[in-house]
């Protein structure tokens, strides 16, 4: 069964960083690409960066590109989201899962597998 834990949230200052963790569990080969998203109060939940696990490509949503990094431990079966120079925008719920299909969760942003739980980042003066 396929598992996401995110942790390494929290509550930081504009201009802060911050690193997330999603341990994942039960991931099979037939799934090719892992996926963060957030969702902020009152909105929906939207993609913000995307790795493809056969060869390692990143994808990142225009808001995050050149302030967020994804990279994934095969050894660990872990994935992090790297967060600098953090904006209010930023802060939401952020969550891992995973997809099959490269296209559908890397450019359209949409998952058809399961989710984890969510971890709270607030980015606040």
């Known amino acids: 069964q396929l598992q996401f834990v995110e942790s390494g949230g929290g509550l930081v200052q504009p201009g802060a960083s911050l690193r997330l963790s999603c341990a994942v569990s039960?991931?099979?080969?037939?799934?090719?690409?892992i996926a963060w998203f957030r969702q902020a109060p009152g909105k929906e939940r939207e993609g913000v960066s995307c790795?493809?696990?056969?060869?390692?490509?990143?994808y990142y949503a225009a808001s995050v590109k050149g302030r967020f990094t994804i990279a994934r431990d095969n050894a660990e079966n872990t994935v992090y989201l790297q967060m600098n120079s953090l904006k209010p925008e930023d802060t939401g719920v952020y969550y891992c899962?995973?997809?099959?299909?490269?296209?559908?969760?890397?450019?359209?942003?949409?998952?058809?597998?399961?989710w984890g739980q969510g971890t709270q980042v607030t980015v606040s003066s």
């Open positions: 039960g991931l099979t080969s037939e799934y090719h690409a």
């Open positions: 899962t995973a997809d099959k299909q490269i296209y559908r969760l890397c450019s359209r942003w949409t998952s058809l597998g399961s």
């Open positions: 790795v493809v696990t056969d060869d390692g490509s990143t």
